[in-house]
């Protein structure tokens, strides 16, 4: 065998190697996850928004009030904690959000969520325990949603934005439940 398929056969071998030492030790990238990560972007002239989060499923289970229970923090989806990035500076209800990426956790409530925007990034969304990683110390914003019953069923955790004439709705929807975070450009008093 010559020098160059040695160099070649043992090349291939490292790969394959850090490869199976990746899946094995930090993530199993041959299997599909069971909540699959996605992201989701808006563009409207200069303004960019990229949410970066992880959809479970509903899959027969009670949902708010259950799996995800009420009145605590959520990491809004599964596995690593859900980012928002935005490239200018907005406003939600009057509060400023300046350009940056955030991590976003909530408290749903029956009627109403509590939407938090926290400026540290966490590894992951829950420690050892299944306890939220979310510090409240990081805060930028704190603001209550109102909750919209839905009259269908959304199978998969779903974040998106909602275009309107002067605003952006940042929205989240699973199983029966919607809500929506105004987002502005200008501030409105």
Do not use: C
Request: no cysteine; charged share 25%; aromatic share 14%.
């Amino acid at each position: 065998m010559n020098t160059f398929l040695k160099r070649l056969l043992i090349v291939l071998s490292i790969i394959a190697l850090g490869l199976f030492l990746y899946s094995y030790f930090v993530e199993n990238i041959f299997e599909t996850r069971l909540s699959p990560k996605d992201t989701v972007e808006y563009e409207s002239n200069n303004l960019k928004l990229k949410v970066t989060y992880n959809r479970p499923y509903k899959k027969g289970r009670e949902i708010f009030g259950g799996l995800v229970p009420f009145n605590k923090v959520w990491r809004t989806g599964a596995n690593e904690a859900t980012t928002f990035s935005t490239n200018e500076p907005l406003y939600i209800k009057g509060f400023k959000i300046p350009i940056g990426e955030y991590t976003i956790w909530t408290v749903p409530k029956d009627s109403v969520w509590q939407v938090m925007f926290n400026t540290k990034k966490y590894p992951w969304g829950v420690d050892a325990e299944m306890r939220p990683m979310w510090d409240p110390n990081y805060d930028l914003l704190e603001i209550d949603v109102p909750v919209k019953k839905l009259d269908s069923v959304v199978e998969q955790f779903t974040i998106g934005f909602d275009d309107k004439s002067d605003e952006v709705d940042f929205t989240m929807a699973w199983d029966q439940t919607k809500i929506a975070v105004p987002l502005s450009l200008h501030k409105k008093e």
